[in-house]
T-cell receptor
Framework: AQRVTQPEKLLSVFKGAPVELKCNYS??????LFWYVQYSRQRLQLLLR??SRESIKGFTADLNKGETSFHLKKPFAQEEDSAMYYC???????????FGKGTRLHILP | DTGVSQDPRHKITKRGQNVTFRCDPI?????LYWYRQTLGQGPEFLTY????????KSRLLSDRFSAERPKGSFSTLEIQRTEQGDSAMYLC???????????FGQGTRLTVV
């Protein structure tokens, strides 16, 4: 069965410190992995996807198939990074997208 | 605003009543998804469409829930005989087939009293 696990409900990090949001997944094939973000009073939006191998707003995420993980990282946290972050998985380009329960990132001044 | 729009934004209903929500996707998007989100949880998949065809419906969805996308454009989600446990945010998203980035609406918050 497809499953996305985000072990931390809340992560508090000081401004300027590194950030790592954990995501583990369960899928028998080769999934596509995503990170979505929801800022206060805004709609859910895509942050990045593993196939793009891009850095968005200083965030990167590497797909580790051996550990079935897709952790989100940023070297230096900024106050505007405070938001809800959801890891998501799609089985293929034609499959549904399922989400983890989310991690609230709180950047401390 | 050319994004995904949902109507209404808020709905309060009495237990046992029927409710219907509408979602208008981005015009060229052929995929449309419905999710439910409760406090402290991530979006929970309910169902999705490719044009007017309903491709999958979650096993968590009871028979009281039904969704349609009659002309492959807007979609409706109906909940019959609402229960207090149906209280949640109902999210709609759309995407282009083959491009799995989903664009979300702002959601409809349902409160069953």
């Amino acid at each position: 069965a497809q499953r996305v696990t985000q072990p931390e409900k809340l992560l508090s990090v000081f401004k300027g410190a590194p950030v790592e949001l954990k995501c583990n997944y369960s899928y028998s094939g080769s999934p596509e992995l995503f990170w979505y973000v929801q800022y206060s009073r805004q709609r859910l939006q895509l942050l990045l996807r593993h196939i793009s191998r891009e850095s968005i707003k200083g965030f990167t995420a590497d797909l580790n198939k051996g550990e079935t993980s897709f952790h989100l990282k940023k070297p230096f946290a900024q106050e505007e990074d405070s938001a809800m972050y959801y890891c998501a998985l799609s089985g293929s380009r034609d499959d549904k997208i399922i989400f983890g329960k989310g991690t609230r990132l709180h950047i401390l001044p | 605003d050319t994004g995904v729009s949902q109507d209404p934004r808020h709905k309060i209903t009495k237990r046992g009543q029927n409710v219907t929500f509408r979602c208008d996707p981005i015009s060229e998007h052929n995929r449309l998804y419905w999710y439910r989100q409760t406090l402290g949880q991530g979006p929970e998949f309910l169902t999705y469409f490719q044009n007017e065809a309903q491709l999958e419906k979650s096993r968590l969805l009871s028979d009281r829930f039904s969704a349609e996308r009659p002309k492959g454009s807007f979609s409706t989600l109906e909940i019959q005989r609402t229960e207090q446990g149906d209280s949640a945010m109902y999210l709609c998203a759309s995407s282009l087939r083959g491009k799995t980035e989903a664009f979300f609406g702002q959601g409809t918050r349902l409160t069953v009293v």
